[in-house]
């Protein structure tokens, strides 16, 4: 077992070693002056090289490189040249609004997936099936970002179930006191239940949109572990004994169904924090840190790219470490099959 947490921590370190690397080099092959751009259009070329030089900008590749390398080393991500401030302090700032999105849309994700997995799988070639089948290609070809659009135009304009996209709180809502940074725990803590409510209302159409849209991997990897536990000799072997099917279901097939989910939810996680979550923060004014990236990339914020990149790098080599001791907890037989 400590053999095992020193290799996955090693691996850990390896990744994310390499991410930084790799991010340093492709943003340097981004088009554009970023010296250029913070200095402003009307800058002269004694300004621009005095903000390049005020961020290393003017030293060549490889000083640049080792400044980055040694930066990182102590735990900073720079200062973005957008708002002149430490972009590990501008992440940190955005985290709890990602992550309040961000796992919420998880949580919406493993239902919807779990749920039309097992479903697909007990009427198997079925027009249930089917139709599952359908909103899995849908969902995996269509682009979010024409999705969401059409859903504010119905849900917000048309019918009016959603609040306005204006960011965590309509207007007119003050911010609950800062406990969790949870807006709609906040308010719960606070008492004030009309803000936890405006809240919810206003969080809930961006994470059904993330959730539906990160749901298909899970819903394939469920239908098809559920087939195959359906199909298998136990399951035979209880069916023969007179056990009902709803309890084949939930000790045989939902039961096996779920290891895979605990390695799907990695790819999940990674979709819902740097995928479609940029664009969903972006449309719906989300103050995250997708958003940040966005608004950074439009304006060639080189350091603050580079940091948030690290930061979901990070975040993804963290995540999948952790469920991949979760799925060793729950099924040892992986740590047997090592063992050999």
Same mark, same amino acid.
């Given at each position: 077992?400590?053999?095992?947490?020193?290799?996955?921590?090693?691996?850990?370190?390896?990744?994310?070693? $390499?991410?930084?690397?790799?991010?340093? #080099?492709? /943003?340097? =092959?981004?088009?554009?002056?970023? *010296?250029?751009?913070?200095?402003?259009? &009307? *800058? !002269?070329?004694?300004?621009?090289a005095g903000v390049r030089?005020? +961020?290393g900008l003017d030293k060549p590749?490889?000083?640049?490189?080792?400044? &980055?390398? $040694? *930066?990182?080393?102590?735990?900073?991500?720079?200062?973005?040249?957008?708002?002149?401030?430490?972009?590990?302090?501008?992440?940190?700032?955005?985290?709890p609004a990602t992550l309040e999105l961000g796992l919420l849309s998880l949580l919406i994700a493993v239902v919807v997936g779990v749920g039309l997995g097992v479903a697909a799988a007990v009427h198997r070639r079925r027009p249930l099936d089917t139709l599952v089948q359908l909103y899995v290609v849908f969902a995996s070809a269509t682009a979010i970002f024409w999705v969401a659009l059409v859903a504010i135009a119905l849900f917000v304009n048309e019918l009016g179930v959603f609040n306005s996209p204006t960011g965590r709180l309509p207007r007119g809502f003050p911010a609950p006191d800062h406990v969790t940074g949870f807006s709609v725990v906040d308010a719960l803590l606070a008492g004030d239940t009309a803000t936890a409510g405006a809240a919810l209302r206003t969080l809930l159409l961006p994470a059904i949109l =993330?959730?539906?849209?990160?749901?298909? $991997?899970? %819903?394939?990897?469920?239908?098809?572990? /559920? %087939?195959?536990?359906?199909?298998?000799? +136990?399951?035979? !072997?209880?069916?023969? #004994?007179? +056990?009902p099917r709803s309890s084949i279901l939930l000790r045989d097939g939902l039961r096996n169904s779920l290891l895979p989910v605990i390695t799907n939810i990695g790819l999940v996680a990674g979709?819902?924090?740097?995928?479609?979550?940029?664009?969903?923060?972006?449309l719906f004014a989300w103050p995250g840190i997708g958003g940040y990236a966005y608004r950074s990339l439009q304006e060639n914020d080189l350091f603050a790219l580079r940091g948030y990149v690290i930061f979901i790098g990070v975040a993804y080599v963290l995540i999948n470490t952790v469920l991949e001791f979760v799925y060793r907890r729950v099924d040892p037989r992986v740590e047997i099959t090592e063992g050999r």
């Open positions: 077992m400590l053999r095992s947490l020193r290799t996955r921590a090693g691996v850990a370190v390896i990744s994310v070693v $390499s991410v930084a690397v790799l991010v340093f #080099f492709i /943003t340097q =092959l981004l088009p554009g002056d970023p *010296a250029r751009i913070a200095a402003g259009q &009307y *800058a !002269t070329e004694e300004q621009v030089a005020q +961020y590749i490889a000083a640049q490189f080792a400044d &980055y390398m $040694s *930066a990182l080393f102590q735990l900073d991500l720079g200062t973005s040249i957008r708002t002149g401030r430490p972009v590990r302090g501008e992440l940190l700032d955005r985290l =993330l959730g539906v849209f990160a749901s298909p $991997s899970i %819903i394939k990897v469920v239908r098809s572990s /559920t %087939i195959r536990a359906l199909e298998s000799d +136990y399951a035979r !072997t209880s069916r023969s #004994f007179g +056990y979709f819902v924090l740097a995928g479609g979550n940029v664009l969903i923060e972006q």
